[in-house]
């Protein structure tokens, strides 16, 4: 399978102290790091792209590391979790899809195998695009408070034969989170769902 | 008065390889913002000092963090730039108070030096909006392989009664500059132009 060649990789790091609301006893991170690299699918229909996703692994790890160090470097900080991808225009939708398993893989690797799935969200789309990407609780989907989202993307990707590659996580919940359901600590942290 | 600081946002960008060729070492540029309250937002204020004052805290503090994002030494930066945007409930004055009385003194701290003019950009805008900072040598402002610029945006800043402001430094110039002029490891770096 093809050689993974990035041509960018950027972070962006968000400290919320408050949203006009009181002040939380911690700011609250939101992280993402988005890694460019070239679509070796661009340009015309190919049948057998899943190989690729092996390829992608030591990419993912070395994402999640390095969003993880610039949150602090402490895995049992991190509460939230989630990615994407954005697949220039001369790809397909599908391409994108192959970053579930090297997106999921490497943040679990690195967060010590929390238990909830995932979300994502992705989109062809031409450089300049914004993508939110979705978050939810690490242990837990459905734990309220920490459904969240953070939006992305860089004025010169993804390039019509690249794909853009995002992961983020967040320290908490939303700052002034007041909506009910159920919250982070009370969940069972079992079955990734409550 | 100092400033009310809503949220801080870290960006940093490396660039690997561009059309095809590598970049070795990559380029890497980093902006902070800080989203803070407009304490003259909604009426008239004749004297700004306060948002001078303001200004100078934050280019200390948005210049080190681009210097820790970089993790370099503060010498180790070559360029740099600065900008405001205002949200709606304010003025484009209010963004002057800001950048030019003193936020360059502290600026150059924390890069160390900065003989050269700190290239600026303000405008009125909202939430999502984009602002281009624009970034040029900080030693030798003639050096024209920095000459270059960094898009930041928020999808929630600033409100009306918001100032975004914006700080970017870097430790490189463009990926491959080849277009001429003045090169970084030509300038004397005394004037602030050559």
Same mark, same amino acid.
């Given at each position: 399978?093809?050689?993974?060649?990035?041509?960018?990789?950027?972070?962006?790091?968000?400290?919320?102290?408050?949203?006009?609301?009181?002040?939380?006893?911690?700011?609250?991170?939101?992280?993402?790091?988005?890694?460019?690299?070239?679509?070796?699918?661009?340009?015309?229909?190919?049948?057998?792209?899943?190989?690729?996703?092996?390829?992608l692994k030591?990419l993912g790890l070395?994402m999640a590391?390095?969003?993880?160090?610039?949150?602090?470097?402490?895995?049992?900080?991190?509460?939230?979790?989630?990615?994407?991808?954005?697949?220039?225009?001369?790809?397909?939708?599908?391409?994108?899809?192959?970053?579930?398993?090297p997106g999921?893989y490497s943040?679990?690797?690195?967060?010590?195998?929390?238990?909830?799935?995932?979300?994502?969200?992705?989109?062809?789309?031409?450089?300049?695009?914004?993508?939110?990407?979705?978050?939810?609780?690490?242990?837990?989907?459905?734990?309220?408070?920490?459904?969240?989202?953070?939006?992305?993307?860089?004025?010169?990707?993804?390039?019509?034969?690249?794909?853009?590659?995002?992961l983020?996580?967040?320290?908490?919940?939303?700052?002034?989170?007041?909506?009910?359901?159920?919250?982070?600590?009370?969940?069972?942290?079992?079955?990734?769902?409550? | 008065?100092?400033?009310?600081?809503?949220?801080?946002?870290?960006?940093?960008?490396?660039? &690997?390889?561009? =059309? +095809?060729? !590598?970049?070795?070492?990559?380029?890497? $540029?980093?902006? *902070?913002?800080?989203?803070?309250?407009?304490?003259?937002?909604?009426?008239?204020?004749?004297?700004?000092?306060?948002?001078?004052?303001?200004?100078?805290?934050?280019?200390?503090?948005?210049?080190?963090?681009?210097?820790?994002?970089?993790?370099?030494?503060?010498?180790?930066?070559?360029?740099?730039?600065?900008?405001?945007?205002?949200?709606?409930?304010?003025?484009?004055?209010?963004?002057?108070?800001?950048? &030019?009385?003193? =936020? +360059?003194? !502290?600026?150059?701290?924390?890069?160390? $030096?900065?003989? *050269?003019?700190?290239?600026?950009?303000?405008?009125?805008?909202?939430?999502?909006?984009?602002?281009?900072?624009?970034?040029?040598?900080?030693?030798?402002?003639?050096?024209?392989?920095?000459?270059?610029?960094?898009?930041?945006?928020?999808?929630?800043?600033?409100?009306?009664?918001?100032?975004?402001?914006?700080?970017?430094?870097?430790?490189?110039?463009?990926?491959?500059?080849?277009?001429?002029?003045?090169? &970084?490891?030509?300038?004397?770096?005394?004037?602030?132009?050559?």
């Amino acid at each position: 399978m093809p050689e993974v060649h990035i041509r960018k990789i950027a972070t962006q790091i968000e400290e919320i102290f408050h949203e006009f609301g009181p002040l939380p006893e911690r700011p609250l991170l939101r992280g993402a790091i988005i890694a460019v690299i070239a679509n070796p699918f661009a340009g015309g229909y190919v049948a057998d792209i899943a190989p690729f996703m092996e390829d992608l692994k030591p990419l993912g790890l070395s994402m999640a590391r390095r969003l993880l160090a610039d949150l602090g470097g402490d895995p049992a900080r991190i509460e939230g979790y989630g990615k994407g991808a954005i697949i220039g225009t001369a790809g397909e939708l599908e391409h994108g899809a192959l970053w579930h398993a090297p997106g999921g893989y490497s943040m679990r690797e690195v967060l010590g195998a929390p238990k909830a799935i995932v979300p994502s969200t992705k989109k062809v789309g031409a450089a300049g695009a914004r993508l939110d990407v979705p978050i939810t609780h690490i242990n837990a989907s459905y734990v309220r408070s920490h459904f969240d989202s953070i939006e992305v993307g860089l004025n010169d990707a993804p390039r019509a034969n690249e794909l853009a590659f995002v992961l983020a996580m967040t320290t908490g919940p939303r700052v002034h989170n007041r909506s009910l359901g159920l919250a982070a600590d009370a969940i069972t942290g079992e079955d990734g769902l409550r | 008065m100092s400033a009310s600081i809503r949220k801080i946002a870290v960006w940093v960008e490396e660039t &690997h390889t561009e =059309m +095809g060729r !590598p970049i070795v070492p990559p380029t890497r $540029k980093a902006v *902070a913002v800080a989203v803070i309250a407009n304490p003259f937002a909604g009426r008239y204020v004749e004297d700004l000092t306060p948002l001078i004052d303001i200004g100078a805290e934050l280019g200390a503090l948005l210049g080190e963090r681009c210097v820790r994002a970089l993790g370099i030494e503060p010498a180790q930066a070559q360029s740099y730039g600065k900008a405001a945007m205002v949200g709606e409930g304010g003025e484009l004055e209010h963004a002057a108070a800001l950048l &030019h009385p003193k =936020m +360059g003194a !502290p600026l150059r701290v924390a890069v160390e $030096k900065g003989a *050269a003019l700190v290239p600026s950009s303000k405008k009125m805008g909202g939430p999502g909006q984009d602002l281009d900072v624009p970034l040029g040598h900080k030693d030798a402002a003639y050096v024209r392989s920095h000459f270059d610029g960094i898009e930041v945006r928020l999808n929630d800043a600033p409100r009306a009664g918001e100032i975004m402001v914006a700080v970017a430094v870097t430790d490189s110039g463009r990926p491959l500059p080849r277009v001429g002029g003045l090169a &970084h490891d030509q300038a004397i770096g005394k004037d602030g132009l050559r």
